[in-house]
């Protein structure tokens, strides 16, 4: 018997002599709908009930869902409530800004303009003011108002030989098995005239599960997330008003259950600490704000601080959980306190952003467990604690128009086959190493290729560590006219390690693919017997350095355009040379030597022979 889990409402809808209509789906279109079983359909012609719900347990003959009253609190289905007030008294007045050194807030802008602002000419890492004209009024609300949900139940469902199971996940529909069910997933059972036995059972959508298996919550029992104020499957909005938490494992507000808010002006706080890390980092419990799977926030001119362990200011969570927030100041003082952080799926969006954090593990823009997605634009991101870079990406995150400093810790972080892409942002770390793409043995990312991407950008460490490091995945990383600014003689390293537990000792180098448009680099680049390094010039591009000086790499490589250089600075050993001056009037060797592998496939064009290179020395068979 699989473990319960206390998850969420949903929708349970009633259909009776075979009218169909009334049924509520979850991401499912008419189009996968019309390919659902024959089982379905011909008890569609008798005296059914359609029932939708979340899975709470599964047994080998029974499933038990939770599910509720579409219609809201005794109301009929697809009644329209009116939007409540956020506010525990009603009260109109805004609350007072706390007294900080940035002051207050920046105005929204006053048109909700996707265009960053241009960045700022100092190092302050501070992002413009926005426009507009700091409208206290909320957004207005959408056409289509959410009927409020409200209550729920367990239903035992009875599953016999003959009952029929259909995924029509991501608007594809396929026959599976009762074994492919889970806890949390959403699904659409057809009752048969008892209504209590399962005709057919579809699968509309996933409870997100950690990727190295196991249930949601591992092997707890039960993953419970409430907030001080709960926007449950109801449609809310708030202006100018204050709300708070000083309650453990308690988030001050959270939207849940396909809720809608809109929130202006708020100043949002939560004290606290949380009592399982996996809940707060995974799931969002104790966060400031927190969005679950299939709720939507939108947040403008907001002020959110914290300072309790596991307190993320900002969390999203789950498919189709999704924040949109448009100027506002964040602060987190402790622990495992990030200020965006997005799980399983879910998507924040942020422009005009100060984001600063003081603990330890609080990285200022982080995906965690499941993939999530972030885009920033016009933001500030700044953190003092160990472990805390200015980006951590187990997902996909873009920043745009931003600056930021991580004062202990990496610029920032890529793990597994996950992305960061930058564009006009100015970076800064002063962790072991500056850019750091790597795979842990945590399970909170999947292996596979780790991505970054940086454009007209300024990457800076004040480490003497290697500027780039590269151990236990593989990586692929492009630099366009970024700077790269640090104290140390090295600029990539790829390599094994047996220090930190990410991989087996022996078996888990780093494997580089480095791509320099209109690019300089300079600093050596090193490999050890179980990595690799592949490094691509074009446009330009001009490096600096020596590539395996110590000849301790299992391949490295270079490959350059007839617009770019290479001034080599020790002598150097290489795999192979691609050069499309095939004179190689474009490498300044000073005086040094390159050796390159006669045997390799890509070396053939040098025939096994010598080329003198500019500055004395040569190019020359190992």
């Known amino acids: 018997m699989k473990k ?113 602002p241009a960045m700022p000419e100092n190092d302050t890492g501070q992002p413009p003011a926005a426009s507009g004209n700091g409208a206290s009024q909320p957004p207005a609300m959408p056409d289509s108002s959410m009927t409020a949900g409200h209550g729920g139940e367990d239903r035992d469902i009875t599953v016999t030989e003959d009952t029929a199971y259909t995924s029509a996940k991501d608007q594809k529909s396929k026959k599976i098995s009762l074994s492919d069910l889970s806890e949390g997933d959403i699904i659409e059972v057809v009752l048969d005239e008892d209504q209590e036995t399962a005709v057919s059972i579809t699968v509309q959508t996933d409870n997100p599960k950690p990727e190295n298996g196991g249930s949601a919550a591992g092997d707890s029992a039960d993953i419970s997330i409430t907030g001080k104020k709960t926007i449950d499957g109801e449609k809310a909005t708030s202006s100018d008003e204050s709300f708070s938490s000083n309650k ?114 609080c990285a200022a823009l982080a995906t965690d467990r499941g993939e999530g997605t972030i885009d920033a634009a016009g933001s500030s991101l700044s953190t003092k604690g160990e472990g805390s870079p200015c980006i951590y990406s187990t997902g996909k995150i873009t920043v745009r128009d931003s600056s930021g400093t991580a004062a202990n810790a990496q610029t920032l972080v890529v793990e597994g086959k996950n992305s960061v892409d930058l564009t006009n942002c100015k970076l800064k770390g002063g962790g072991d190493n500056g850019l750091m793409l790597y795979q842990s043995t945590s399970g909170d990312a999947q292996p ?121 600075t020790e002598d150097s050993y290489v795999a192979f040379l691609g050069n499309t001056l095939t004179d190689c009037s474009n490498i300044n060797s000073n005086g040094h030597t390159i050796y390159y592998d006669s045997s390799h496939p890509d070396s053939k064009w040098l025939n096994g022979g010598r080329i003198n290179l500019p500055g004395n020395g040569q190019l020359v068979p190992l």
């Open 248 to 361: 453990d494992d308690e988030n001050t507000i959270l939207v849940t259950n396909y809720g809608n808010l809109q929130l202006a002006g708020a100043s949002l706080s939560k004290s606290g600490d949380t009592s399982s890390e996996e809940y707060s980092n995974f799931y969002g419990q104790n966060a400031v704000l927190a969005v679950t799977s299939g709720s939507w926030a939108e947040l403008t001119n907001v002020d959110i601080t914290s300072s309790g362990e596991g307190a993320n200011a900002i969390f999203a969570t789950g498919k189709n959980a999704s924040v949109l927030v448009d100027t506002g100041k964040i602060h987190t003082r402790g622990n495992s306190s990030r200020g965006l952080d997005a799980t399983y799926g879910g998507t924040i969006t942020a422009s005009n952003v100060d984001i600063s954090t003081e603990g330890a593990h």
């Open 448 to 568: 596979g290729t780790a991505v970054l991407s940086a454009t007209d950008s300024r990457l800076t460490t004040t480490s003497n560590g290697p500027m780039i490091y590269v151990t236990n995945t593989d990586a692929q990383i492009t630099l366009t006219n970024t700077r790269l600014k640090f104290p140390g003689g090295t600029l990539i390293a790829a390599a094994g390690n047996e220090t930190n537990n990410w991989g087996i000792p022996g078996k888990n180098g780093g494997n580089l693919k480095l791509t320099g448009i209109r690019q300089k680099l300079s600093g050596n680049i090193s490999c050890d017997a179980i990595s690799t390094v592949s490094v691509t010039l074009s446009e330009d591009s001009v490096f600096t350095g020596a590539i395996d000086p110590e000849h301790t790499g299992k391949t490295a490589s270079i490959q350059l355009d007839d617009s770019s250089t290479w001034n080599v």
């Open 4 to 116: 319960q889990v206390i998850l969420l409402l949903l929708a349970i809808t009633v259909t009776a002599s075979g009218a169909l209509s009334g049924c509520k789906t979850v991401e499912n279109s008419s189009s996968t709908r019309a390919q659902a079983s024959e089982n379905q359909k011909n008890a569609a012609d008798e005296n059914t009930l359609t029932v939708m719900g979340r899975v709470k347990n599964i047994t080998d003959d029974t499933i038990t869902i939770t599910a509720g009253n579409p219609g809201g609190s005794g109301g009929p289905a697809g009644s329209i409530e009116k939007p409540p007030s956020l506010s525990e008294n009603g009260a109109d007045q805004p609350p007072a800004m706390p007294e900080n050194d940035t002051g207050q807030p920046p105005a929204a802008s006053g048109n909700g303009a996707s265009q960053p």
